[in-house]
């Protein structure tokens, strides 16, 4: 299950510039027990009451020594990274300190996947830093069983629903655990760490429906989706050359499958429905044929 870790007293503190460097010389990014191991060091980060202040500080410097170029994602910001791990802080703002009309509440919870059940293609620790935290409801899933095409069926089993107060560290385990999370009550900070294990960047994250029994959609703007984002377009506008590709990446097993579904999709638009069809049949898709018969383009074929 996503884990709660117990803290630690007797571990001392380390700067997240100290814990990034231990991790990344000791940890392998594919070992998450390694990192699961390395919780209580992390949790001493957040025991740094400076931490979030001096961060801020020399984002507001960096704004006025390069125009503004600093990189700041909404309410979320870079602590620090190393290799393939990644600190970053997160600000959680309650909707009634956020001020927003009801079109901005629902793009708020649109945006960070607020009561939106998912998955992440990644490993992330995460602590509580300051506040009651936001409440998340907890399911888990075996990702082997599932071939990841909008409406399939998921058998997720609920584990719990928590809360992310001050000090308590949580583990979610990629392309593993689900969570729903819903907008504190109080303003809440938290500190992740982000694996980036090279192994997962390629696999697709998806959004579940509310009763977490079946994928919705998929998560937009991984890095899966931005590679595969060209292909509807070479079917709109593509030529001869352009449909012998699409064919190629549909019929190499090792791209994955929401590319060569794209590629599939993509195919059928500009070649039509038979040449994908026949695409299909040459794809030997036995175990794994479900994502790419359900294809929008080939739908009425399967
Ligand atoms: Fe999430």
């Known amino acids: 299950m996503a884990l709660t870790i117990e803290n630690s007293c007797d571990q001392p503190r380390v700067s997240p510039k100290e814990y990034l460097s231990y991790l990344d010389r000791n940890i392998d990014p594919r070992d998450t027990a390694g990192i699961i191991e390395s919780a209580p060091m992390f949790a001493t980060i957040a025991d740094d009451e400076r931490l979030l202040t001096e961060n801020l500080n020399a984002y507001l410097a960096g704004f006025i020594e390069s125009g503004a170029q600093a990189e700041l994602g909404n309410q979320s910001f870079l602590i620090g990274v190393n290799g393939c791990y990644i600190l970053r802080c997160n600000i959680w703002l309650p909707l009634e300190e956020a001020e927003l009309s009801a079109d901005q509440e629902r793009l708020e919870k649109e945006v960070y996947f607020f009561e939106k059940p998912h998955d992440h293609n990644f490993d992330f620790l995460t602590v509580?830093?300051?506040?009651?935290?936001?409440?998340?409801?907890?399911?888990?899933?075996?990702?082997?069983?599932?071939?990841?095409?909008?409406?399939?069926?998921?058998?997720?089993?609920?584990?719990?629903?928590?809360?992310?107060?001050?000090?308590?560290?949580?583990?979610?385990?990629?392309?593993?655990d689900i969570h729903t999370q819903y907008i504190p009550d109080e303003l809440?900070?938290?500190?992740?760490?982000?694996?980036?294990?090279?192994?997962?960047?390629?696999e697709p994250q998806y959004v579940f429906n509310s009763n977490v029994d079946r994928i919705?959609?998929?998560?937009?703007?991984?890095?899966?989706?931005?590679?595969?984002?060209?292909i509807p377009i070479a079917g709109l506008i593509g030529?001869?050359?352009?449909?012998?590709?699409?064919?190629?990446?549909?019929?190499?097993?090792?791209?994955?499958?929401?590319?060569?579904?794209?590629?599939?999709n993509a195919l059928g638009v500009l070649s039509g429905t038979?040449?994908?069809?026949?695409t299909l049949q040459k794809m030997q898709v036995d175990t794994k044929g479900g994502i790419f018969k359900h294809s929008i383009a080939i739908g009425d074929c399967k």
Do not use: H, W
Request: overall charge neutral; hydrophobic content about 35%; glycine content about 6%.
């Open 128 to 176: 509580g830093y300051f506040g009651g935290g936001y409440r998340t409801r907890i399911f888990e899933y075996n990702r082997r069983q599932v071939e990841g095409f909008p409406g399939e069926k998921v058998q997720a089993r609920f584990l719990e629903e928590t809360t992310l107060p001050a000090k308590k560290v949580m583990m979610y385990r990629a392309m593993q």
């Open 188 to 202: 809440s900070i938290s500190i992740n760490l982000l694996v980036d294990n090279p192994e997962l960047r390629l």
């Open 216 to 230: 919705e959609s998929l998560v937009p703007q991984t890095r899966l989706s931005t590679k595969c984002s060209l």
């Open 239 to 264: 030529d001869q050359n352009t449909a012998q590709l699409l064919e190629d990446i549909c019929l190499s097993s090792s791209l994955p499958d929401l590319m060569r579904t794209e590629a599939l």
């Open 274 to 278: 038979a040449a994908a069809t026949d």
